[in-house]
């Protein structure tokens, strides 16, 4: 298919394609639309940015055009499940751009917000339902939604979503659908588990995939800088003041280490905003608003902005962290480069993040072209150096998770630590992490730079002010141990050399 026209899509979503300006489909479109206007599932692997919505939204669009049907009561005729508030969003508002000028009903729920709004425009039944999981469970638990009427079930991010520890909400959300039912999975890889979920629950599938699994993006020139954590935050100042970036986004493997990057820029008389899951949805919101009008330059963001956010004329993106999930980093850099143009992605790796890029060019199948410090830069030393690392030491413990584990990022509860192996556990109870400000923390521990290692190797026992351990908190009643949207969180010397990629030309 060459045209949007030659698929025989309804009259009134042609005319929205038109006028958005849109007519030719993406390779992941002229291969998934066909298909899903036929009612098949279908499996679409294809990397971020390359029209992944549109090719489920413009078949879905399409048949509630030709079926004038009322939606149950407290219930929806399509649910399209997303890993992040800020991806749900981004969904709806193509649902209602591309159907503009078709008569049905949608709505976006996810966490961080009030329940009481989301619960009454549900009320009455909607169209298209697009929801977080655990939003979309704690709906289901107060009898404010039900699942039995859904026709179409959309899985976009389908790796992410297990990446960050959905795949129960995931199991428990399938068993309430309906049997007879379409399903859509997006995703912008093919790991084993996710093969497994297509398995489980497509029946037959169409299989598309555009470009290799796990595949960085052809436009993005990639370099790495070795650099130790004291020097990363003034490395990161030194290449901000490079006029020729114009918009770029700056990754951190955790929240609090997003909101410390901020500080330092500020510092540096360098304006910049954090986005990441500790953050208020309207905070959030906002951040997100300025980034995208131009009004804000810098966006420092955890992983929770690495999927689906479609943000236009991102000239950079700046790894502060190494992921210490390497798809992630297939995802964080494909920011750039979008829609045809250039971009520029270049990370930080210090000695304890060095396993992380072997992992990352070991899936992508190709080097990282590694680079000295900027011309002009000097990296901190001596005194300076020794000041960083003293204010490193004074931040909390954090304890170690499995790779790819879900962190438990926003929960509210201080993270538990394994206890000493060989050793009993006093008075039965755990031995606890510190949390930091009272949240439980996601990421990894104080050996990748995050923070002081416990003495003897054991996990910090949190205290109240008065010295005494503070006992774990308990749960507060009638929640149970769903995992909510947030983070993907994870875990110097240079060579010298000066490079002269600052004084070039800015790329399109």
């Not at 009612?39 to 029209?51: H, K, M, Y």
């Not at 509210?412 to 006093?426: A, I, N, Y």
Request: charged fraction near 25%.
């Amino acid at each position: 298919m060459t045209q949007f026209s030659d698929f025989g899509l309804a009259p009134p979503v042609l005319r929205a394609l038109e006028e958005a300006g849109y007519t030719t489909p993406t390779p992941i479109q002229a291969q998934a639309i066909r298909p899903a206007m036929e009612g098949r599932d279908l499996c679409g692997i294809a990397q971020t940015g390359t029209g992944k919505t549109a090719a489920f939204a413009l078949p879905i669009l399409h048949r509630l055009s030709l079926e004038d049907r009322r939606p149950p009561r407290r219930g929806c005729r399509v649910l399209v499940l997303s890993p992040t508030r800020e991806l749900a969003n981004q969904i709806a508002d193509s649902f209602s751009d591309y159907g503009k000028h078709l008569r049905y009903t949608n709505t976006v729920v996810f966490g961080g917000v009030t329940i009481g709004r989301q619960e009454r425009a549900l009320a009455p039944g909607v169209d298209i339902l697009v929801a977080t999981p655990g939003r979309l469970i704690d709906l289901v638990d107060r009898r404010s939604l039900t699942l039995e009427g859904v026709e179409i079930l959309v899985l976009d991010e389908a790796d992410q979503m297990l990446d960050l520890g959905f795949i129960h909400a995931l199991k428990r959300i399938v068993r309430m659908l309906p049997s007879k039912r379409q399903s859509l999975f997006f995703s912008a890889t093919m790991p084993k588990n996710i093969a497994g979920l297509a398995a489980q629950y497509l029946d037959d599938p169409v299989q598309v995939a555009v470009t290799p699994v796990a595949t960085t993006a052809e436009r993005v020139e990639q370099q790495v800088i070795f650099a130790h954590t004291g020097a990363k935050q003034a490395l990161l100042a030194h290449i901000l003041r490079d006029p020729a970036i114009d918009r770029v986004l700056v990754f951190t493997r955790t929240k609090h280490g997003a909101d410390r990057v901020v500080r330092g820029l500020d510092k540096s008389g360098i304006a910049g905003a954090a986005i990441h899951g500790n953050k208020s949805q309207p905070q959030r919101e906002r951040a997100l608003q300025a980034f995208r009008d131009g009004e804000c330059r810098v966006l420092v963001a955890t992983d929770i902005a690495a999927r689906g956010i479609d943000v236009d004329g991102v000239s950079h993106v700046l790894n502060f962290d190494l992921p210490n999930v390497p798809e992630s980093y297939v995802h964080r850099i494909g920011r750039t480069a979008r829609a045809g143009k250039d971009g520029l992605a270049i990370s930080f790796c210090n000695d304890e993040e060095r396993a992380y890029l072997r992992d990352i060019e070991r899936l992508t199948r190709q080097k990282v072209p590694v680079v000295g410090f900027p011309e002009g830069f000097v990296a901190p030393s001596g005194e300076a150096a020794a000041e960083i690392a003293r204010e490193e030491s004074r931040r909390p413990p954090r304890q170690q998770q499995p790779r790819g584990a879900r962190p438990q990022e926003g929960r509210g509860r201080p993270s538990q630590g394994r206890p000493q192996q060989g050793r009993p556990q006093q008075s039965g109870r755990p031995q606890q992490g510190r949390p930091e400000g009272g949240r439980g923390t996601g990421g990894q521990g104080a050996g990748h730079g995050q923070g002081r290692p416990a003495q003897g190797g054991r996990p910090a026992q949190a205290r109240d002010g008065q010295g005494r351990d503070a006992r774990p908190q308990q749960p507060r009643s009638g929640r149970d141990n769903r995992p909510r949207q947030g983070d993907a969180a994870g875990r110097g010397g240079n060579d010298g050399r000066s490079i002269g990629w600052l004084d070039r030309a800015p790329r399109s």
